[in-house]
């Protein structure tokens, strides 16, 4: 099993940035691929960004290609997910996810959720 843990989410107006990490322990990190989802109010899970187990692919959501950027810190067990130029549609609760494989060949299901952190963009 692996067990992700989000921090990082707060209140932020719009235009600014936040970065959120998460801290996973469990099993070996650098082995699996992992990413994020985020849940907007009233809506579905949405798939934001993944990254691969070197940190060398990295994949996005079009709506936030250019504004987010996926990074891992394998010695740290750690994965980050800069947020920048934050819109009011980006408020949601972010998830980390982990997948059991260490590259997204077939864009796969996640295999690990953590319980998420609150981002709230205001206007």
């Known amino acids: 099993q692996v067990q992700l843990v989000e921090s990082g989410g707060g209140l932020v107006q719009a235009g600014g940035s936040l970065r959120l990490s998460c801290a996973a322990s469990?099993?070996?990190?650098?082995?699996?691929?992992m990413g994020w989802f985020r849940q907007p109010p009233g809506k579905e899970r949405e798939f934001v960004a993944a990254?691969?187990?070197?940190?060398?692919?990295?994949y996005y959501a079009d709506s936030v290609k250019g504004r987010f950027t996926i990074s891992r810190d394998n010695s740290k067990s750690t994965l980050y997910l800069q947020m920048n130029s934050l819109k009011p549609e980006d408020t949601a609760i972010y998830h980390c996810?982990?997948?059991?494989?260490?590259?997204?060949?077939?864009?796969?299901?996640?295999?690990?959720w953590g319980q998420g952190t609150q981002v709230t963009v205001s206007s």
């Open positions: 996810v982990g997948y059991a494989r260490p590259t997204l060949v077939d864009a796969p299901t996640p295999n690990y």
């Open positions: 469990g099993r070996t990190f650098s082995n699996y691929a």
């Open positions: 990254i691969t187990w070197s940190g060398i692919s990295t």
